[in-house]
T-cell receptor
């Protein structure tokens, strides 16, 4: 079945450090890939997405590239801020149904 | 747009009581999803509706859980009777149907505590 695997957290970094959160997937067909972010006490929000191979999604300084050959969609940011502290979820949706499959989430702590 | 609206934001109840969670999706969205989030299990999809019809309820944990969507602007998730292990944050989300508009918009969640 379809699945998403992302690195376990928590990830703790200092402000201005480079961030990578790994995400790999298993899916039939050609899924769309997403990163959602959940700030403390809030629901999930879409951060970025990519709908086909080699697409790069970007938003708020975050980027992720849809790599079909490695079935990956790693999240990166060149210089993190304290305000980026949140839980990040990698997810996919296939063209077979409407169900989004979420990874377990990676908690990110940024220290000032 | 007000976004997805959920009520109540917090609910504390005693074991055995009935609990009803409410959701108003974004106007015009065709699909509605109920999720449960816990530290142990992460985010779990419980059920989703398309055009008010339940499409997949395989994530509903047991018969104590039921969900309805009587119209396009309202849905409920009911737990009867509630148990302490039901304590979690319950999220409702909605989306437009269609592969180019597949982003889900989440509500703020209802934090349920069953004593």
């Amino acid at each position: 079945g379809n699945s998403v695997t992302q690195m376990e957290g928590p990830v703790t970094l200092s402000e201005e450090a480079f961030l990578t959160i790994n995400c790999t997937y298993t899916a039939t067909g050609y899924p769309s890939l997403f990163w959602y972010v959940q700030y403390p006490g809030e629901g999930l929000q879409l951060l970025l997405k990519a709908t086909k191979a080699d697409d790069k999604g970007s938003n708020k300084g975050f980027e992720a590239t849809y790599r079909k050959e490695t079935t990956s969609f790693h999240l990166e940011k060149g210089s993190v801020q304290v305000s980026d502290s949140a839980v990040y979820f990698c997810a996919l949706i296939t063209n077979r149904d409407d169900k989004i499959i979420f990874g377990k989430g990676t908690r990110l702590h940024i220290l000032p | 747009d007000a976004g997805v609206i959920q009520s109540p934001r917090h609910e504390v109840t005693e074991m055995g009581q009935e609990v009803t969670l409410r959701c108003k999706p974004i106007s015009g969205h065709n699909s509605l999803f109920w999720y449960r989030q816990t530290m142990m299990r992460g985010l779990e999809l419980l059920i989703y509706f398309n055009n008010n019809v339940p499409i997949d309820d395989s994530g509903m944990p047991e018969d104590r859980f039921s969900a309805k969507m009587p119209n396009a602007s309202f849905s409920t998730l009911k737990i009867q009777p509630s148990e302490p292990r039901d304590s979690a944050v319950y999220f409702c989300a909605s989306s437009l149907k269609g592969w180019d508009t597949d982003t889900q918009y989440f509500g703020p969640g209802t934090r349920l505590t069953v004593l």
